[in-house]
């Protein structure tokens, strides 16, 4: 169940920020090596969650600690990473069991 929510919103993440007609909303692009030491040096973050999908590329949340701010990166099979989101407030949420007896 978890893992189509997750594609689709990965997929819808991409869709709105691919689909953008503004120069200033054009995906910001770059090797992942380099994203990552970007958003590290800049803003503290480091990975949170990570996911792979359908066609390979991996997407990955990073957040400062405790939440302060947060990026979704996808990265094609190739390297190239693309920031397709990113914010403020990020919190973990428990996960809910799906064991009725628990």
Known sequence: MWKPLAIGLSLAIFS??????????????D????V???LSKKYKE???AIGVTNNGGLVEVLSATK??????????????SCLV???????????????PEA
């Open 16 to 29: 709105a920020t691919a689909l953008s007609s503004t120069a200033a909303a054009e995906p910001q692009c």
């Open 31 to 34: 090797e992942r090596d380099n």
């Open 36 to 38: 990552l030491k970007l």
């Open 46 to 48: 480091s990975p949170v």
């Open 67 to 80: 939440g302060s701010t947060w990026s979704i990166i996808v990265t094609t099979p190739k390297g190239m």
């Open 85 to 99: 989101a990113a914010g403020e407030g990020w919190r973990d949420i428990e996960a809910a069991s799906l064991d």
